[in-house]
């Protein structure tokens, strides 16, 4: 019914940066308050940024804030997480996801949409 791709994900140094997208086809995602997560293995999902749709107010998880930056580019009907400053503990797949109705669930189970992730991995 609709698609969510992320794409980016990369091989990295530590302290190195990489951007990630996230892009939808058949929707637009305007519509949609948009959130990054990321799992590791072994270990929960866990939130790291998400974006409003009314506002483009935005949010970042305790471990990103400061090196992650989330946004939107409404005109190309993307959106973007820039990672500055990466260590080996960021290196997770990478996930977007949507909500409709909900402001940036902080967890995520409200969120309709999930991409298929993409592998950021941080090693020397």
């Known amino acids: 019914q609709v698609q969510l791709v992320e794409s980016g994900g990369d091989l990295v140094q530590p302290g190195g940066s990489l951007r990630l997208s996230c892009t939808a086809s058949?929707?637009?995602?305007?519509?949609?308050?948009i959130a990054w997560f990321r799992q590791a293995p072994g270990k929960d999902r866990e939130g790291v940024s998400c974006i409003s749709k009314e506002d483009d107010a935005t949010y970042y998880g305790g471990n990103v804030q400061g090196r992650f930056t989330v946004s939107r580019d409404r005109a190309k009907n993307m959106v973007y997480l820039d990672m500055h400053n990466l260590s080996q503990e960021d290196t997770a797949v990478y996930y977007c996801?949507?909500?409709?109705?909900?402001?940036?669930?902080?967890?995520?189970?409200?969120?309709?949409?999930w991409g298929q992730g993409t592998q950021v991995t941080v090693s020397a």
């Open positions: 058949k929707f637009i995602l305007d519509q949609y308050y």
């Open positions: 996801a949507t909500v409709l109705l909900v402001s940036c669930p902080y967890t995520t189970g409200p969120y309709d949409y």
